[in-house]
């Protein structure tokens, strides 16, 4: 039983917003928040549900509905996450040519009318209101623990505007202050962006507790994001901050009290609220949270009956079996020849009935299907495979925190390399992958062991660009520029066009560059 139930608060609290009308709309709701929270104080966890729940669920109502005017199976939050960090990178492709993410998945022809950048767009713009319009009344009422309330707002307020500053590079900076404000408001650069996310984090983080109820913020995941923003900051604002990041991965390490589970496929089964290594999930539940955007578009998009043996991960077959999404191999290759790897992350591919070489992207027996992810229990039995997953989708996780300190390593930025090397034994030797020495630690070598480790968790894109592997023809992957060996691809994409819908309701808005 999942320690949250996301979504309890169906019938109190109601927020409509278009983002494509107006980006500045303050979310109108049938009951007052203040009498709300006046009649029961206890009703704010069931407010604060519904915007964690904004991250993995399409609305209120069951996978069908949707928060905002946009397909309730394609939108929601995390199913963009997966399709713009990965599909659009070297290690996942996806076959179904739907509107647009034929475009993704190749890197090609990107413009502001593909709906799966303005899915994830207005995502966030329906997030953001949410927070703000609750920031406001929490200023006028009384609650337990208030402050650790108002910190866990502006957090996901910051995740929400993090991927803003990653994807598109700008946007509206709208807070509490501007709540119902209709006139348009001016375009904030990533440097803007950038600024009041930290701020806003760094607040967050004093008033954040050290432990929290499963799938709410506590310090170590503020501070996850906070060395996030910072591990990325010289592509954002132009000054490297990996000093800053380390600053932060420190403090997770040594105080979160964080554990890498014993095996690799514990993280992504159906039990993995039980994880010792999980820094911040998404969560998902067959049964109180059903969505077509969380880890039910991962797990059953790389399931395929004609293929497959689809029950083994908790996939019913047939026709909840979508066939879409297969890795590259630029992921798979990086373990050598798998029949012979050690590593037991080599073992997550199915291989039987399907080729090597992608050499149509379209063709579902063209490269391996990942099966990292999957709708069984790894510490009891699983029963009868569901349409929908209970497995919740890692977002933030400990593995990921020592890679990014032996970058920040390597980069000079501080710690060591005899304890990056340490680290990096940990994640490897987890997985039975041989153990590396201080001179096998180099950037290439963390950006592969990122994609042996983190592929399909929504980071590989920011990673390639930070490294300076996604632009440009210096490092090439199956269909990059809609080639099959892979092509060069002009730096403009290393962020996404802004979506028409936002500079029509915006004209204080402009669109990046080369688009």
């Known amino acids: 039983m999942k320690k949250i139930k996301l979504f309890s608060l169906i019938a109190l609290l109601s927020v409509s917003l278009s983002c494509t009308d107006d980006l500045n709309t303050e979310p109108v709701v049938e009951l007052s928040l203040e009498q709300l929270l006046a009649q029961d104080p206890n009703a704010i966890n069931g407010i604060m549900s519904k915007l964690y729940g904004s991250f993995a669920l399409s609305g209120p109502n069951g996978p069908g509905s949707s928060d905002i005017s946009d397909d309730p199976g394609e939108s929601p939050f995390l199913r963009g996450i997966v399709n713009l960090q990965d599909f659009t990178a070297d290690g996942m492709k996806n076959r179904w040519g739907d509107d647009g993410l034929d475009q993704l998945t190749t890197a090609t022809n990107w413009d502001e009318n593909n709906k799966f950048f303005r899915y994830l767009y207005n995502r966030v713009y329906y997030t953001v209101p949410q927070c703000n319009n609750l920031l406001v009344v929490l200023n006028s009422v009384s ?224 490269g391996y299907p990942s099966t990292k992810f999957r709708n069984t229990n790894f510490h009891s039995s699983s029963g009868t495979p569901t349409v929908f997953s209970s497995t919740d989708f890692p977002l933030y996780r400990l593995s990921d925190v020592y890679l990014m300190y032996a970058e920040c390593a390597i980069r000079g930025a501080g710690g060591t390399l005899s304890q990056a090397a340490t680290y990096v034994n940990l994640v ?4 039975n992958a041989t153990s590396i020495t201080e001179s096998d630690l180099t950037l290439d070598f963390i950006l592969d062991e990122r994609g042996r480790e983190l592929n399909l968790e929504g980071h590989r894109r920011s990673d390639l660009i930070r490294f300076g592997k996604f632009t440009g023809g210096s490092y090439l992957w199956p269909w990059k520029g809609n080639v099959q060996t892979g092509t060069s691809i002009p730096s403009t994409y290393n962020v996404f066009p802004i979506p028409l819908t936002a500079l029509q309701a915006n004209p204080n808005l402009t669109q990046n560059p080369g688009y």
């Open 428 to 431: 490897r030797n987890r997985s």
């Open 143 to 366: 609650i337990d623990n208030k402050d650790q309330v108002v910190a866990e707002v502006r957090f996901l307020r910051s995740l929400a505007y993090y991927y803003m500053i990653d994807c598109f590079g700008k946007g509206v900076l709208v807070t509490e202050a501007q709540n119902g404000v209709s006139t348009p408001l001016p375009e904030s650069t990533r440097t803007e962006l950038f600024n009041f996310v930290e701020s806003e984090l760094i607040q967050a983080i004093e008033n954040l507790p050290q432990t929290n109820s499963y799938g709410r913020a506590n310090k170590y995941a503020a501070s996850m994001l906070l060395a996030k923003l910072y591990m990325n900051a010289e592509v954002y604002t132009g000054t490297p901050r990996y000093t800053d990041a380390l600053t932060y991965i420190n403090k997770i390490i040594n105080e979160g009290g964080y554990v890498l589970d014993d095996n690799f496929v514990e993280v992504f089964s159906a039990d993995n609220y039980m994880s010792s290594e999980i820094i911040f999930p998404l969560i998902a539940d067959a049964i109180v949270s059903q969505s077509f955007g969380n880890t039910t578009y991962i797990i059953n998009g790389s399931m395929n009956s004609a293929t497959m043996t689809t029950t083994l991960f908790g996939n019913p077959g047939g026709n909840d079996a979508w066939a879409g999404h297969r890795a590259t191999k630029a992921w798979y290759g990086l373990f050598g020849p798998l029949g012979s790897s050690t590593d037991d992350r080599a073992d997550l591919f199915w291989t039987t009935g399907h080729t090597y070489e992608m050499n149509d992207y379209k063709e579902w027996t063209n």
